[in-house]
DNA sequence: TTATCTTACTTGTCATAACAAGTAATAACA
DNA sequence: TGTTATTACTTGTTATGACAAGTAAGATAA
């Protein structure tokens, strides 16, 4: 506790490996929520660091929501929540696995076509480019959650019919297609189950579903997807974190 | 453009003073999006700061999503977007008014109560303490939008009764009763309208309502504020960002 | 006893410095 | 001509140092 672990990381920076190490404390128990954690100088001491560098540290931690921190009286253990990293990008799969869920999809259908205007505003793309409509339905334990409706350019989407479309999205396109995403947007509402939506995910028609809409870009801000997501209003909930100011 | 108005905010920290002017900059057009900002060595001679200070100034920016950076490449202007702001946290009518809405709020009823286990455990408090329970409706345009029922603990909310409710609580809080609010949990999830509630928002029992929990915080960590938020399904839409990993 | 001051410790801000690492254009080489 | 090195510029990481500002506890003075 409290010291670098020199195992399998060490190409990581200084800073990163210690807010690991610390993050492992916090959620290991070894400081209890509102606990007073130890001083940057004893963290400088004990890490055998410098200031800035435990102040980087410390700056995740925060960011994680693991720590708050007040002038002149310390820093201290946030209590932890179990969906604090909820507020990063995530899909299903991702999200629902480190819970001990069993998280699968069906692939219902993949095909080329002119995209509304909606999605062609989203994706930032003209009528005659033309998109790659994925439509998945997503099962935890075995259980249907939800129906994903997802667009893509022609250039990306081309390249997923040829890949295994059962687990998450996400990965796929950042490890396969070798792409880096970096923010979304995200909007939600509630809204009833169409017929179609409902046969899918088992439901009657007209009840509540979680309506979400999101555009995921890369880490230059190109558009590279987005979905329309309806999840099952009685089996899902989102969960993050706000800071005020 | 690019250099400290030095206006009436002299006795804000430097990078929070180049945060801002770079804002300025970046949201009145003078960065067109994904065109190239200023190098950290510009930003240090022409504002005549350290890079320490560029660099905490440019983090803020990039934690708003207003800029992001390629090693070695440069630091770019996003494209700017009506919604990013909606991280933060915000009441209801601070979130709205700014974009022309008018936004009011109904109190329905203020009281001493005994707490359900969910309040007492969000609350941190036990259930012979009490804590005031506040329910109101809040209005858009004069339509009913969703119902607030609001928990504190028994010290803030016994000086809730003499205040005015029909606006937003939270500058209530932070400015009558002096409290510093921090972070906030917010869960989401649809579910049907109770008879209660269709009755405040007038739509139909069993129609699709956006259900929120939200525990506010104080910046030390301590809940102040528990509440159940009931929106109308057709009249609500939550929006925000968030960033890959 | 009560109020005020000092002191020590905390986080917050900012400067200067150095090197690592990624990118892109140019120069040198085959 | 085509490929490889060099070079200059970018952001990323880290160290050392200093002072400001908020907190809390103990010492001092009324």
Redesign the pocket.
Known sequence: MGSLSSGNMSH??????IKEALKKDILGGHYAPYQ???????L?SSF?????????A?RYLHGEGLIF???????FASKPKATQDVKYLQGFAEAMGPKGYEASARLISIREMTPSREVRSRLNVLAKDGVVEVVRVRYLNREPVSVDTSFFPIEIGRKLFSKDMSGDIFPLLENELRLELGHAEVSLEARPADANIAKLLGCDSGSPIMWVQRLTHDRFGSPVDFEYLAFRGDTYKYRFQIERS
């Open positions: 990581l920076p200084l800073y990163m490996q007073k954690m130890p001083s940057e100088s004893e400088m055998g660091v410098s200031r800035i560098t435990v102040r980087q410390l921190t007040s002038q002149g009286k310390g820093t």
